[in-house]
Structures are given as structure tokens and as C-alpha cells.
């Protein structure tokens, strides 16, 4: 079955320390993996994507992720978080079909 | 800079009533979504749209619900008779390609009384 697990629900971090959100899919094809992050009462917003290439790829403020084939993992990295990224950010997978499979989201709350 | 828009942000109705969410994805792309996310739950699909039909919709998606490309430019979700349990916030999303990147609207929260 296709599913995307993001296994923290909350992770509380300072302001200038680094941040890794844990994603691992279930796909049956080539996975298309993305990162979108919500902020309270917005929209979606994406943050990066991988297709294929390059395993690390780099997204909007200041973001990373890196797709791992044989983890099935897609985990989304800041090197140093700032007070305004907190939100919730949620994984998501594509592929052979066009529907977005979401994981449950990682609510991130910064504190100075 | 393009962008999804959806209309009314915010819309409360009583149970039984049609609802009607308005979408105008960004003018040259060619497939349509609509998801929701139930207070706290995940983001969920419920169909995409291509070429005026149906392409995929999920087991949500039953009979109460439908969706029509009116024109040009907008994208429709009704809801026919609205439950309690479909208070949701409602996003559209649009793409150029169905394996290309999907930009998401702000979404509408409907709220059913």
C-alpha cells in the first residue's frame, strides 16, 4: 500500500539549532517526494521536490532533504532554524498516479 | 507571481445543504485536484481532473460530491448535502503536469452545522 510516515508529531527545537523532520514512504514505483509546509490558517507552500538526479536536494529558506532509496526515507533538514519557521510540515509522495499521498505532518515549534 | 485562489475562505452551512467551493487554478495548467484536511487529521485526495473528467478520485469521494470546470477559469467542488463530518478545509491545486509539482490554493474551511 502507498503511505507516507512521518513518525514525530511535535518536535519543539531553539531558535539557531539545527532541525531534522524523519519522512519514510511505501511506494510502489519511482517515488516523486516533495516537502510543503503549512503555517496556522495558510495554505500549502512548497518547499522542495525530488524527481531524480541529485539525491540532496535544496529548497526555499534555507531547507534540504535528502531522498534515500534504500531507507525509503526523504527526511527535510534546516542547519540552523529561526523563529518564523515554525509551522507544520508535511511529506508528501507521488508518482505513477498524480494524486498527492500526505503524511500526517510534524508540527515545529521554536522557542528563542 | 501565479497562484491558486479559492473562494470564500471561510464558509458555515447547516447540515443538509449544497456548498459549492470555487477554485481558480493558475491559468495555464491543465490538471486539477481538490484534498481536504479534517481539524488535525492529514491532508486527504479526493479527485483530480483533466481534459473536462474525472481522472482519479478516492473512496471519499462519493456521490454527493462533484466537480465541474464551468469555464476557462474556475474549478468546482459541490457538495450536495452536506454531513457534519464533511467540516474540513478544502484545498485546490493545479499543475502543468500530472507528475510535476502541484501548487495549492489557501484552502476554503467549511464548517457544517
Known amino acids: 500500500a502507498q503511505s507516507v510516515t512521518q513518525p514525530d508529531i511535535h518536535i519543539t527545537v531553539s531558535e539557531g539549532a539545527s532541525l531534522e523532520l524523519r519522512c519514510n514512504y511505501s511506494y510502489g514505483a519511482t517515488p516523486y517526494l516533495f516537502w510543503y509546509v503549512q503555517s496556522p490558517g495558510q495554505g500549502l507552500q512548497l518547499l522542495l521536490k525530488?524527481?531524480?538526479?541529485?539525491?540532496l536536494v535544496q529548497g526555499i529558506k534555507g531547507f534540504e532533504a535528502e531522498f534515500k532509496r534504500s531507507q525509503s526515507s526523504f527526511n527535510l533538514r534546516k542547519p540552523s532554524v529561526h523563529w518564523s519557521d515554525a509551522a507544520e510540515y508535511f511529506c508528501?509522495?507521488?508518482?505513477?498516479?498524480?494524486?498527492?499521498?500526505f503524511g500526517t505532518g510534524t508540527r515545529l515549534q521554536v522557542f528563542p | 507571481e501565479p497562484e491558486v485562489t479559492q473562494t470564500p475562505s471561510h464558509q458555515v452551512t447547516q447540515m443538509g445543504q449544497e456548498v459549492i467551493l470555487r477554485c481558480v487554478p493558475i491559468?495555464?495548467?491543465?490538471?486539477f485536484y481538490w484534498y481536504r484536511q479534517i481539524l488535525g487529521q492529514k491532508v486527504e485526495f479526493l479527485v483530480s481532473f483533466y481534459n473536462n473528467e474525472i481522472s482519479e478520485k478516492s473512496e471519499i469521494f462519493d456521490d454527493q460530491f462533484s466537480v465541474e470546470r464551468p469555464d476557462g477559469s474556475n474549478f468546482t467542488l459541490k457538495i450536495r448535502s452536506t454531513k457534519l463530518e464533511d467540516s474540513a478545509m478544502y484545498f485546490c491545486?493545479?499543475?502543468?503536469?500530472?507528475?510535476?509539482?502541484?501548487?495549492f490554493g489557501p484552502g476554503t474551511r467549511l464548517t457544517v452545522l
Open positions: 491545486a493545479s499543475t502543468w503536469d500530472s507528475t510535476d509539482t502541484q501548487y
Open positions: 491559468s495555464n495548467h491543465l490538471y
Open positions: 525530488y524527481f531524480s538526479g541529485d539525491t
Open positions: 508528501a509522495v507521488g508518482g505513477n498516479t498524480d494524486k498527492l499521498i
